[in-house]
């Protein structure tokens, strides 16, 4: 029992210890398996970090909502803050301007600008002061009317027609020239005659609808009729109402053109106005050839038989161009038959004034005679002016002129005469002429021509442009009511223009 006793501790001794080291080496297991694992995890959140979303917001605490009112007065707030500090801002740049700097740091920094201003001014001093020691000690020619040392002949002799015209498309918008022609073309009317024409820079202003009324179609002839009525009913003063005699507004009065006379003594600028004519006056493509030629044409009219010049007419006459030298004489006016293409009346209604039967009757003299820039490019433009009224209908007839001459400023009268002689080598023309001497010697040698109008419009061309109207009254025709002076109205009422003259009745100037 001694041995079976000392025997049972050692026994169980040993399988408690068996048993404990079981349990170590599985706890141990467990702790270094969880640690491996926390590895692993750390190093695949290392290597490659998985795209996470963003995590939600947390909810903030409460806060209470503002008013519109609120959030405009805190915008203003901001915008009044934000204004503060730029005004701020420029009021301190604007002190550092302000300070004043040593004249020493001045031209240090800025002595080249300096330099270059001084010896720019030097220069233009010294340039001028010559130029008017020039002047005083050399003056420009200025020849008498009719006796410069060239005969002007109006036609250019450096360049062809065709780049003279090209050369006046710029230069006359930039100086209100291409305005001007357009305000005299609406004032013509009746049966025209426009002298020296040049390349017929005026035609596209002139109303053509009553001279190529047989060339256009039914639809076109009663929408022109519904306009010219409308025109007839329009109370406007020169649009509409009673002629002066009291009678129906006719087709003349109220600025139709019923005949259209043209006359230049180039054929090359004649060959130009002929290209115009095709482009310009409706339903005439289909009368002129696409290349015209003058020459070609007067010499299938039959030119060379007609003592006063080469012409070529279209539309029985109503539309003619005519090359002769209008110093000598002036065509008459044509001899105008109906058109056959109008359109009868029925037999239950009168028959209404057509064009046909107002252009029928032949006129003896012109209602409208037109020049632009032509008393410069004659020898003697007196001459020319009372050829122009012995053509001209008397008391209602008009002769509208568009020149350039002499400023009414010395200091542009001196650059006109100084370059007259280049201008004239170039355009063929004097235009340093007194275009006011000029009318007024013919005022005074034509008996009954009367000045309605002489102005001086516009200040790009520094006074050298003027514009002219005149007419003939004839004492022993029955005396018609005058007419009312046309009154400026605008600012022409309230400044007047000092490079305008108007002239009317004045013995002195007569």
């Known amino acids: ?53 963003k995590p939600a917001p947390k909810p903030l605490p409460y806060q209470p909502t503002q008013t519109k009112a609120q959030l405009d007065a805190r915008m203003y707030q901001k915008q009044q803050e934000q204004q503060e500090k730029e005004k701020q801002q420029q009021q301190q740049q604007q002190r550092k301007r302000n300070e004043k700097a040593p004249i020493s740091d001045l031209v240090r920094e800025r002595w080249f600008a300096m330099l270059g201003f001084g010896s720019a001014l030097g220069c233009l001093g010294y340039f001028a002061a010559s130029l008017t020691m020039y002047w005083r000690s050399d003056p420009a020619p200025c020849y008498p009317l009719g006796c410069e040392p060239e005969t002007p002949t109006g036609r250019p002799s450096i360049q062809s027609p065709y780049e003279f015209d090209l050369h006046l498309d710029k230069s006359e918008w930039r100086y209100g020239i291409t305005k001007l022609r357009r305000e005299i073309g609406a004032e013509v009317r009746g049966h025209v005659l426009e002298v020296a024409i040049g390349t017929g820079r005026n035609m596209e202003f002139y109303p053509w609808d009553v001279i190529t009324e047989s060339l256009a179609t039914p639809k076109e002839r009663a929408k022109a009729r519904a306009k010219a009525r409308a025109r007839s009913s329009s109370w406007i003063p020169g649009l509409g109402g009673k002629d002066r005699k009291g009678s129906d507004t006719s087709r003349q009065s109220n600025g139709a053109v019923l005949s259209f006379t043209g006359v230049d003594i180039s054929p090359g600028m004649l060959d130009i106005t002929l290209q115009r004519i095709r482009q310009i006056v409706p339903h005439m493509e289909t009368q002129i050839p696409k290349k015209p030629s003058f ?54 209604q009168k028959p209404s004034p057509s064009p046909s039967h107002t252009a029928s009757q032949s006129p003896q003299k012109y209602d409208t005679i037109l020049q632009t820039f032509g008393l410069c490019s004659v020898q003697d433009p007196v001459s020319l002016l009372s050829l122009m009224a012995s053509s001209l209908q008397p008391n209602t007839g008009r002769i509208l002129l568009l020149e350039h001459g002499r400023s009414i400023w010395d200091v542009v009268n001196g650059l006109l005469d100084r370059g007259a002689r280049a201008h004239h080598e170039r355009f063929g023309c004097w235009w340093n002429r007194d275009i006011e001497v000029i009318v007024h010697e013919a005022v005074r040698r034509v008996p009954g021509l009367e000045i309605l109008r002489l102005e001086r419009p516009g200040w790009a061309t520094a006074g050298t442009h003027v514009v002219v109207e005149l007419r003939v009254v004839d004492a022993s025709a029955e005396s018609e009511p005058e007419l009312k002076e046309r009154k400026p109205t605008g600012w022409a009422s309230l400044l007047p223009s000092l490079l305008s003259t108007k002239s009317g009745d004045d013995p002195k100037k007569g």
């Open 295 to 348: 020459a070609i044409l007067a010499a299938k009219n039959g030119g060379s038989q007609n003592p006063q010049g080469h012409v070529v007419s279209f539309l029985a006459d109503r539309i003619r161009l005519w090359q002769s030298d209008v110093q000598t004489a002036l065509p008459a006016p044509p001899t105008l038959s109906p058109s056959p293409s109008s359109s009868p009346s029925p037999p239950d």
């Open 1 to 53: 029992m001694q041995l079976l006793h000392n025997s049972m501790p050692c026994t169980t001794a040993r399988a408690l210890t068996r048993n404990s080291r079981a349990l170590i080496n599985i706890y141990g297991f467990r702790c270094q398996s969880h640690g491996q694992i926390l590895l692993i995890r750390q190093h695949a959140s290392s290597k490659a970090p998985t795209p996470s979303r």
